[in-house]
């Protein structure tokens, strides 16, 4: 029997990433790859299912996009070729497109603000990191206080800023911009339709 199914996720997962999940047989390589897959509430594999079906809630709303590394183990092990990496991107920016950013996710919060961080010095200041993100999740605030402090002492944290290029990094971080707004209009015109049928599982997987 052929169930047919909302590709709306899977149409913007395509149009960002230029992937198309469906096709994702379920073998599990990824997942078994994947350094994280036990520490989330899903694993590659179940968020591929998830985007597939048009599970919003599942795949966007995820803790695990949130600890993907982006090591791409999923990718180089995939049967199918799929850029599964590319793919937990596209549902990161998704996420935050529609302010799904889950609240207890602080490795989204860090991810934004090393971005910004970079963008503006040219290189990354630990301490304004580390107060920024005290500051926009004040229950963390007693986190890593003793760490912090012995780095400081054994001299590994700068209090000052350390300028890098910042015009180099400016021009870097407009470019890599620039080629994902250019992915994004092509795979446009590689649109996935409407609605799609579910490929059938492989059997059994491997574990
Ligand atoms: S390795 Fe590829 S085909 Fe297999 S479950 Fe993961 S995404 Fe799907
Ligand atoms: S890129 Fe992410 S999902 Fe893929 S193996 Fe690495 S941590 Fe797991």
Redesign the pocket.
Known sequence: MTTTIDATLARRVNRGSGENAY?????????TGCPVAGFGDLH??QI?RAVQLGAVEAAVDSRFIWLCTGCET?TT????G?D?AAIMDELRMIAREEHRVRSDAPFANILKLNYDSFRRWGRLYEVELLALDKATRLSSLTDDVVMGIRMFLKGKINPLPTFGDRAQMKRMTDVADRINRDKRAVSRAMDLPDTASLPPA?PG?VR
């Open positions: 096709k994702c047989y379920q073998c599990k390589k990824c997942s590659p594999a591929m999923c092990r995939c049967p199918q799929i599964i492989s997987g």
